[in-house]
């Protein structure tokens, strides 16, 4: 099972200067954004570092038929320094809010990776699209909340069809297809990473 939050800042309107653009990357640039890889409230989606079951530290929640829920976040920070547009996507999981019944269960954990390796997917995806669309922070202005919000959804339904097309994970050889799938987009977004 998954949790979707997202998270959009915007600091009051994108046409106030931020007071700096450290981490954060012109939309022009192809240089990746450097975020810390963990702390004590997110983990960053890493190609080196999977999840495990001491990552999910939330308890279960009574009444819920799932065996486990992977919280993560596609959150975006985007501001205007000097009429030029700046912009972070980070794919993180939440430790706090993520839980598990059976912390024994390696092909549970495998599912649950590939909810957090599919959000890494939507935040690559919107990287790209934000890229795209150029750095005037008067076209952001117009664009932006329509781009996130379609990602949002995209992510969301995608998240759920998974789900429901694995069985939470049930049906071994939905996953493994997922699984293969979701590492060949990864792969082919590469340079949004």
Request: overall charge neutral; glycine content about 4%.
């Amino acid at each position: 099972m998954f949790s979707l939050t997202l998270l959009l800042s915007l600091l009051l309107g994108l046409l106030m200067p931020a007071p700096t653009a450290a981490g954060l990357s012109p939309i022009a640039s192809s240089i990746p954004v450097p975020t810390s890889a963990y702390s004590k409230d997110r983990i960053a989606w890493s190609e080196t570092r999977k999840l495990n079951w001491e990552d999910f530290q939330a308890s279960p929640e009574d009444g819920n038929p799932h065996h486990a829920l992977t919280a993560a976040n596609l959150a975006v920070d985007a501001r205007c320094k000097d009429n030029k547009f700046y912009y972070e996507v980070k794919c993180v999981f939440l430790p706090g809010e993520s839980w598990s019944k059976n912390k024994h269960s390696e092909r549970l954990l495998a599912h649950e990776q590939l909810h957090f390796d599919l959000t890494e997917v939507h935040a690559r995806q919107l990287r790209k699209k934000l890229r795209g669309i150029g750095n005037s922070c008067e076209l952001m202005k117009t664009q932006l909340n329509t781009l996130v919000g379609a990602a949002f959804k995209e992510w969301k339904a995608e998240q759920e069809q998974f789900d429901k097309i694995s069985r939470h994970g049930l049906d071994t050889d939905v996953q493994t297809e997922w699984a293969d799938t979701i590492t060949q987009r990864l792969a082919a977004l590469e340079a949004y990473k």
